[in-house]
């Protein structure tokens, strides 16, 4: 077994937009950003212009604790692309706040992973400049 | 009022030679030879064509000087056709050709194929292809119920062996499968095995829908549209595919149920229920698809699909009969949206008796879906034989 790790190929990476540069500015500085409602208190993400709960258009940004716990996961062993390295963990967290993210689990064997395991985010610097730095998450141990 | 649809009937289908590469053709000339085929097979000429589907059934109105034609730029299998009997039931066409094909677009399989791959800028850095969004949804389903890999696997190596015996299969001839079987090829996103999953392939698919006073034109057995729906939760792989995911008109109706309100619309319109239902021409992108797809259905309760798929039901010969070409496992997989047309073709096929394999026999109402709970979407449609 080995241990996984983020991936440090030339894997596809996102483009900020006018809506989701405050989450990806968060994640350079080591902060997990999701959205509030003004009006009903929902968490919502991916980043959006309506409350998921209520459609309210006053959302504000609202720094996570970061912490979780597992909702669903899947190992990969045919990778996307050959940038990919195999095995990966894709995986579903139930945010504290009440939202959810998709990821992929880093700092474990592979078979490690298990619905219901608690988890907290880790940033990593990806593409090779400082532009981007992607949430993963590890086991809370 | 009337049945919507009471006016409607489709009375050609075709399907272009599958393969896992069609040399010679490009997604342009595959789906013209679906277009002629299926107004062939209609008894019709493509001048008696007046409205088209489809962005590339486009090229079948330009080369065949049938403009000026009514045209929808609807795609993506169940809502093309359901639009396309709109438009005739509306009066804006008479005839509608839907056609789509697919060739020399993926043939270097390095990577995933490129309508498999989201590019999303949320999910496309941690490696997510349809695999791995269709098994976040079944993973969730086996800690809810305890679903487990040979409940997948049978309904894997049962698709297959509709596909083994089926000469027009891409995979015709490669099995039999056994469930063993499946779980004993290579992992590729757990709990998906290779055999859990969809080929890739080429070729083309086209239908023809008519007025239904005008079916004693048409060379074959019309099949009428009894009731159909389709259930979107948004765009498909740009966000996590979370089970639990519910909106706020009907909040029981989450994600993973995705096509339930379908299936309830298409059963109300035709005054049917599961226990009606000959011939089920699932979509089948994953194995877990279809155990899902049943309990969403109404045919079993939330839970027990797994048990479901094992009694017997889903074989040739049972009361529920399974994709009976070999769907996107074993028949084809065409691209983007080919396959999302197949299982109509096919249902149209058992409802006329014209299958040369796996033929349901006497059977006169069949449920064809697309879309699956990984993309977010899952379309219904069901066809019988009598006019609703």
Known sequence: ?141 | MGHPFRDVAIVGVHNTKQARVLEGHDSQSIALEAGLGAVADAGLEPRDIDGVVGGIASNFLFQSRIGPAWRSMSPLGIPAVIEGAMAIACGLANNVLIATGEAGSYRQHASTAPWTRPTNEFVAAYGMFTAAEFALMARRHMHMYGTTPESMAHVAATIRNNGHVNPDAVYFGRGPFTAADVLESRMVADPFHLLDCAMTSEGGTALVLTRADRTEDTAKTPVFLLGGGTDHFGPSYQHPPVWDLGGVRRPDLVAGLVGRRAAEEAFAAAGLGPSDVDVCEFYDPFSFELIRQFEAFGFCAEGEGGDYVMSGVIEPGGRHPITTDGGTMSFSHGGASVQLFQRVIRGVQQLRGECISSQVHGAEVAMCTGGGSGALFTDVLLLGKDRP
């Open chain 1, 1 to 141: 077994m080995s241990l996984l790790v983020p991936q440090a190929g030339d894997i596809p990476l996102p483009q900020p937009g006018p809506l989701s540069e405050p989450y990806w500015q968060g994640c350079r500085e080591g902060v997990l950003r999701f959205q509030r409602c003004l009006d009903c208190s929902a968490a919502t993400h991916t980043p959006a212009l309506l409350c998921a709960a209520c459609a309210s258009r006053s959302l504000e940004w609202v720094e996570s604790s970061g912490q979780g716990e597992i909702y669903s996961w899947t190992r990969v062993w045919r990778p996307v692309t050959p940038a990919f390295l195999t095995p990966y963990v894709p995986i579903i967290v139930a945010m504290d706040e009440g939202w959810f993210i998709l990821s992929n689990l880093v700092g474990c064997e592979g078979d490690a992973v298990a619905i219901g395991k608690r988890v907290e985010v880790v940033f990593h610097p990806s593409g090779g400049t400082d532009d981007i730095f992607l949430p993963y998450f590890q086991l809370v141990s």
